[in-house]
């Protein structure tokens, strides 16, 4: 190739340089697809509603109108610059009475500012960062872009369905608890986490700024906090690598820092001050009074008379002095007084068989395709129940003449203390049918006898 090839008319050079400035700095930003998402926007927001309101009832807020309406403020100046590809989302903002830093959006626009966030800023950029990662959150709809991984997963399907079912006989969601179940809306992948700081950024930027505030202030409480227990945030925003960086080259890819970016206010400061002098509140307390169930007698024991259900993938029998809740795919079956009641109206299973009917891949009598699921189903149920531990590891037993695989799991019990979770699963052309014996762990042996009754009495639809 000879030199002149090289050479280009000066015309030539001149529209090619003019393509290259015109766009301007705002067609070099980096854009992100929406990830795979089998909701609308609209189920975003109806979802993202339903747990906002367990939300509100189960944090303590800080009662000050002042704050609310400082945080609404912000907020509206960040969601002007938000790219929401069109959809009309009905934000809203709590100020949360917790001092833990931390803060977070469900999808559809509802979010929740602890007051440890607000008291931790040290000017009102760095506030608005954290503001502009959740609100980025929820522009990229990462909370049903992991709901849909966890469908995909080919588990989940109960516990959304739970969800949407909006009943409060659902069966998953009577265990998990509404509010708890949207924790898989919560936890962030690394590579969400880094489209929101991205996204975030841009936001600040636009909105007039300091751009850098935002991985500042996450550099911040990271090293704040070197040697203790890390920033509750970090637990469900994974810190991604290289966040500062990332930050930096996104600001040069905006043009540059611009001149006279904005980092503090009068009002932010006075916001602070307010916040500072809230009453606290003791989460110990918190959890006696507001989330805690309502004190009350064990169960009555359980009837030796039995009573029948019929599904399509299976039938069973159940002590006649229970109570069947929900429908189809997701059943619980609980005595008076199994299902909890907290003061909020928040339903736990606390006593119980809930039997769910999740799609599977592979055939009935696969032991690998049983196993994969089996392990997917309880990693589906860790992330609503982070207490969740496997207490024994799944081992082979036989339903009904079919291979399953029988695991213990320990959980935090609604009726306070731990709770022993017996999950026997099976696959059948139906999917994945799977039955959780629940009882707290003090009163397991009382009904060990019941639950293998029950799980003796399964017939598998042949
Ligand atoms: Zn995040």
Redesign the pocket.
């Known amino acids: 190739m000879g030199p002149s090839r090289l050479r280009v008319p000066g015309a030539t050079l001149l529209v090619l340089l003019c393509l290259l400035i015109a766009p301007g700095a705002r067609a070099q930003r980096t854009q992100f697809k929406a990830g795979w998402n089998l909701y609308s926007p609209q189920e975003d927001i109806r979802l993202g509603r339903q747990v906002a309101v367990d939300a509100e009832k189960q944090l303590p807020s800080c009662n000050s109108p002042k704050v609310d309406a400082y945080l609404a403020e912000l907020g509206s100046k960040l969601i002007a610059k938000l790219p929401t590809a069109g959809v009309e989302y009905p934000f809203e903002f709590h100020c949360v009475n917790d001092k833990a830093i931390n803060a ?1 959006a469900l999808p559809g626009g509802f979010v929740f500012v602890n007051r440890g966030a607000i008291e931790a800023a040290d000017n009102e950029a760095q506030l608005a960062g954290v503001m502009a ?2 609100l ?2 929820v522009a990229l709809r ?1 909370g049903t872009s992991e709901a849909t991984k966890a469908q995909a997963a080919q588990t989940g399907v109960g516990i959304l369905g739970a969800i949407f079912g909006g009943n409060a006989g659902g069966a998953l969601v009577t265990e998990l608890g509404r509010f708890s179940a949207g924790g898989v809306l919560l936890r ?1 992948s690394r590579s ?2 880094t489209q ?2 991205v996204v975030g950024t841009q936001v600040l930027y636009d909105a007039g700024y300091d751009p850098r505030a935002l991985a500042q202030f996450f550099e911040k409480i990271e090293a704040d906090s070197k040697g203790q227990n890390p920033p509750e ?1 970090f637990s ?3 810190n991604p690598e290289h966040r500062v960086e990332r930050v930096e080259e996104e600001i040069d890819k905006l043009g540059g820092l611009p001149r006279n970016v904005k980092r503090d206010s009068v009002e932010f400061e006075a916001i602070k001050h307010e916040v500072l002098a809230l009453p606290t509140v003791n989460k110990d307390s918190l959890t006696a009074g507001g989330r805690a169930p309502r004190p009350m007698g064990p169960p009555p024991v359980p009837s030796r008379n039995y009573t029948e259900y019929q599904a399509s993938a299976y039938g069973m029998k159940y002590p006649d002095n229970w109570k069947k809740y929900g429908e189809k795919d997701s059943v619980s079956f609980a005595p008076d007084g199994g299902v909890t009641e907290g003061e909020d109206g928040q339903a736990g299973l606390a006593y119980g068989v809930i039997v769910n009917v999740g799609k599977v891949e592979g055939p009935a009598g696969d032991a690998k395709a049983l196993e994969k699921a089996t392990r997917e189903l309880i990693a589906t149920l860790e992330k609503g129940n982070p207490k969740m531990k496997i207490a024994r590891q799944p081992g082979p037993v036989r339903l009904n003449g079919q291979p399953g695989l029988s695991t213990y799991l320990s959980n935090e019990s609604p009726a306070g203390g731990e709770e022993t979770d017996w999950l026997i699963t099976v696959i059948r052309p139906e999917g994945l049918v799977s039955f959780v014996c629940v009882a707290p762990e003090k009163d397991y042996e009382n009904y060990d006898k019941t639950f293998s009754a029950i799980l003796d009495s399964v017939r598998l639809a042949k």
Request: hydrophobic share 25%.
């Open positions: 977070f990662h959740e980025s959150h990462h962030h969400a986490e929101a700081d945030f469900d925003h994974p």
